[in-house]
């Protein structure tokens, strides 16, 4: 029998909330503002979940480290604007899971390659911080996504063992993280990933919608 979920370790982008217009059209706006090529939706979209540094490096193979900084500090400037332009939504039965598991006793947690700043403005606006014990952004961790580090950092601070502990993302990046720190793993499939692709990188399961993680917890 698995042990019983007393943590779900959530990614925000892609599973949270849809946030891939204004990813996709900020790294773009950034692309074009600097004058490199501008990549497809797609390219674009493939990136997110890993940091803005690295996600400039891949999109743009000739840029240098130095490059990609600018990339960066430019994309933070440009996504705050763009935020306010078009609000991302919650992605269906988020709000509704997320009290039944509060009312269920579970813990939850986000681990984001985003910043702290920004996802703390992102929980305000949708008014769903209250609902999180801690949040872990870019900032908190040496080693983003993939690595282990944001999720052993998230069981760490809340005196928890990989065992009680549910990965929950929508990118390979979030699988590996949550396998390398010896969680079990869930996969969503209406975020920004590819279900194969999910798998492969060794998802303990996918679900279709956010209300089915209601069942993967073991009581």
Known sequence: MPSPT?????????????????????????????GYPVADDDACAATIGIPLRDAFLRLIPQATKADADLCTSTYRQFFEANRRQLVPQLF????????????RGIQMAIASSRTSTSLSAFLDDMDIAPYFQLVVGAQEVSQPKPSPMPVLHILHKLHLTPGQALVVGDMPVDILMGAGAGTRTCGVTYGNGIPADLLAAGADCLIDDFADLLPLIVS
Do not use: K
């Open 6 to 34: 007393s943590l779900l370790i959530l990614d925000f982008d892609g599973t949270l909330a849809d946030t891939r217009r204004n990813i996709v059209m900020t790294l773009q706006q950034v692309m074009r503002q600097l």
């Open 92 to 103: 269906p039965h988020v709000r509704e899971t997320l009290e039944l598991l509060r009312l």
